[in-house]
T-cell receptor, first 113, second 114 residues
Framework: QQQVKQSPQSLIVQKGGISIINCAYE??????FPWYQQFPGKGPALLIA?????SEKKEGRFTISFNKSAKQFSLHIMDSQPGDSATYFC????????????FGSGTKLNVKP | ETGVTQSPTHLIKTRGQQVTLRCSSQ?????VSWYQQALGQGPQFIFQ???????GRGNFPPRFSGLQFPNYSSELNVNALELDDSALYLC?????????????FGQGTRLTVV
């Protein structure tokens, strides 16, 4: 059973547009929700993360929106650039002693010039 | 760059063989986690080592084993390789465990089993 469900699988956005990727989870014990960016041949790199006690976090062009009651969170990339073309993963982790992240299945973003 | 290095970057093995993958964690980090990422999928947690002890395990069989050394570097060993073991293997290091602790990933080892 997939703990974190991510959509869409792929996304094409024009340069300057807004990219939106959505994730949903079931486990209410999750308490840390990071987003990772992965380029081909590279490991995932942390973009931005949020805890469930806030509804939004913004860092530069990247914003996480978090809806605790709906058990959903999303990544918004404002003013999308061709350099943002990569695969994005949402993830979640429970409050315990493990760094066991549950990852979504990924969204391949293509930003057209 | 994250400071987490993995070796080798690519590896081809035959079904039934054994393989050892290595991870050098970021300086000062005492926790290492290993993940398997199949093509087109998100990473799946294999296990975690904290101060040289296995400290959590995902849904992987015992033929997946590991070690963490006093300098906190780590190895992932896979015995009796199967074709489905072909994947990108990632290690992630962090300073300690718990809430909101950022994990830094290496570039991965691409394992192909033929």
């Amino acid at each position: 059973q997939q703990q974190v469900k991510q959509s869409p699988q792929s996304l094409i956005v024009q340069k300057g547009g807004i990219s939106i990727i959505n994730c949903a989870y079931e486990n209410t014990a999750f308490d840390y929700f990071p987003w990772y960016q992965q380029f081909p041949g590279k490991g995932p790199a942390l973009l931005i993360a949020i805890r469930p006690d806030v509804s939004e976090k913004k860092e530069g062009r990247f914003t996480i929106s978090f809806n605790k009651s709906a058990k959903q969170f999303s990544l918004h990339i404002m003013d999308s650039q061709p350099g943002d073309s990569a695969t994005y993963f949402c993830a979640a982790k429970t409050v315990d002693n493990f760094n066991k992240f549950y990852f979504g299945s990924g969204t391949k973003l293509n930003v057209k010039p | 760059e994250t400071g987490v290095t993995q070796s080798p970057t690519h590896l081809i093995k035959t079904r039934g063989q054994q393989v050892t993958l290595r991870c050098s964690s970021q300086s000062g980090h005492n926790t290492v986690s290993w993940y398997q990422q199949a093509l087109g999928q998100g990473p799946q947690f294999i296990f975690q080592y904290y101060r040289e002890e296995e400290n959590g395990r995902g849904n992987f069989p015992p033929r997946f084993s590991g070690l963490q050394f006093p300098n906190y570097s780590s190895e992932l060993n896979v015995n009796a390789l199967e074709l489905d073991d072909s994947a990108l293997y990632l290690c992630a290091s962090s300073l300690d465990m718990g809430q909101g602790i950022e994990a830094f990933f290496g570039q991965g080892t691409r394992l192909t089993v033929v």
